[in-house]
């Protein structure tokens, strides 16, 4: 493909990504794919250059864009090397015309960047979360106290973590095929050392999804103890088992949760968990610079229903911990809503049966009784976490 076909290529591809934004269809990430699979004559080279521009569109423009075109013009009206490849020649895209309008730049629409500002993100901060975000992977304990480390890493502030340049090929080294190296955030990493998981303890996963955080749960707690992993998502959860295997993380146990009964299917665990993990539901502001296109998909009232349904999964949570046990919430948000507004009405509802358990953990910002832990203050996604303590 020619540079000029490749941005045009990349202009299909992005009105693929705003329908699919607007209708809640699939993310970028497939859509880029399945555009490939049915262009075979493009290789490798063609399919590295699309994606970028189409990442690098995405990334530009805060509303979202009338078409695919518009957002390209905003990468162009940045770029004198994209604008010149509007060139009019076989599969490029026609010249800018002299009434064509860019798509808006900005961090996030209106709205949003509105609601960031409201919980405190200033938006030249909001900016670093559409910066590509490194490769940061754990060291698993269940399979080895030290690992040969592919080369380029780094030690991160997480107990166990490493960090390596975006596009490392990390699948394909020793360590990982072996199981010694699971590939997660140090943000994330961070969120499960605030569980303070330890051997022998009963701990809950509520949230599991397909375990990333649960198999860091069981590497705390030395294979030692109970680690229930809940869901409501069997597509999810039914990945974890694998997971667990590959990891060496043989004692959890899945649960499969019907939505709306969760307390009944939780029954004998009831005021009998030390920890219990909530790594709720969220809008994922946090993790923009992987889903850049998320910021186009949320809306106010999407927002409002994130917000319900991770109260509702704290008032379930905290009747599993026993008196004396911790509750941990997270979100990879970072709007107050899903955060430090939850944490307040927490405390709030329950009198003096709970504290505000802050985490002590080597990174992020106090925010409300939790902490925040963000691209710009501490390199990793966006979270929220907070610890609560069951007093009686
Ligand atoms: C942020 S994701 C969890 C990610 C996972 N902990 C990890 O580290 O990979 C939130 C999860 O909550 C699950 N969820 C939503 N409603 C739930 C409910 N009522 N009970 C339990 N899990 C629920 C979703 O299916 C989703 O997998």
């Known amino acids: 493909m020619t540079p000029a076909a490749r941005v045009q290529a990349a202009i299909e591809i992005l009105d693929g990504v705003i329908a699919a ?19 075979r004559f493009a290789g490798s080279k063609d399919r590295r250059a699309v994606r970028e521009l189409a990442y690098r569109a995405i990334r530009a423009c805060g509303e979202v864009p009338a078409s695919g075109r518009a957002a390209m013009l905003r990468l ?42 409201q919980s405190g993100v200033a938006l030249t901060d909001a900016a670093l979360l559409l910066d590509r975000a490194p ?26 973590g490493w960090r390596f340049p975006a596009d490392s090929r990390i699948e394909e080294s020793a360590a990982f095929r072996a199981g010694m190296i699971e590939v997660q955030d140090t943000g994330s990493q961070l969120t499960c050392e605030a569980v303070a998981a330890q051997p022998g303890e009963t701990v809950v996963d509520l949230c599991a999804g397909a375990g990333g955080k649960t198999l860091a749960l069981a ?25 667990a295997t590959r990891a060496g993380a043989s004692l959890i146990e899945t649960l499969l949760l019907d939505p709306k009964r969760e307390a009944q299917a939780l029954a004998a665990v009831e005021g009998a968990a030390d920890a219990v993990l909530v ?25 409002d229903r994130y917000a319900q349904m991770q109260s509702r999964l704290l008032d379930i ?3 599993l911990v026993r008196p004396g046990g911790r509750l941990v919430f997270v979100t990879c ?30 990174a992020g910002e106090p925010r409300g009784h939790g ?4 691209p710009w203050h501490d390199g990793t996604d966006g979270f929220f976490v907070a610890r609560f303590e069951r007093l009686c």
Do not use: K, Y
Request: hydrophobic content about 40%.
């Open 135 to 160: 490769l940061d992977v754990r060291l698993n304990t269940l399979r080895a106290d030290t690992a040969e480390m592919p080369e380029g890493g780094t030690r991160t502030v997480a107990t166990h």
């Open 21 to 39: 934004a607007q209708a809640g269809g699939a993310p970028a990430d497939r859509l880029i794919a399945d555009w490939f699979r049915t262009r």
């Open 333 to 362: 948000s970072l709007l107050d809503a899903e955060g430090a507004g939850q944490a307040a009405a927490f405390l709030a509802n329950r009198g003096d049966s709970w504290r505000a358990d802050p985490p002590g953990l080597p």
């Open 219 to 243: 590497a705390a707690m030395a294979n030692r103890g109970r680690l229930l992993a809940c869901d409501i998502d069997r597509a999810r959860l039914s990945r974890l088992p694998e997971r």
């Open 279 to 303: 790594d709720a539901p969220c809008s994922g502001t946090g993790t923009w610079r992987r889903n850049p296109e998320a910021r186009w998909r949320l809306t106010p009232v999407q927002l």
């Open 317 to 319: 949570a905290a009747r």
């Open 371 to 374: 902490l925040r832990l963000s």
């Open 76 to 117: 162009a009206s940045d770029d004198p090397a994209v604008s010149a490849l509007f060139d009019g020649s076989a599969h490029a895209p026609a010249p800018i015309g002299a009434d064509e309008t860019p798509a808006a730049a900005g961090v996030a629409p209106g709205w949003l960047e509105q609601r960031l500002e």
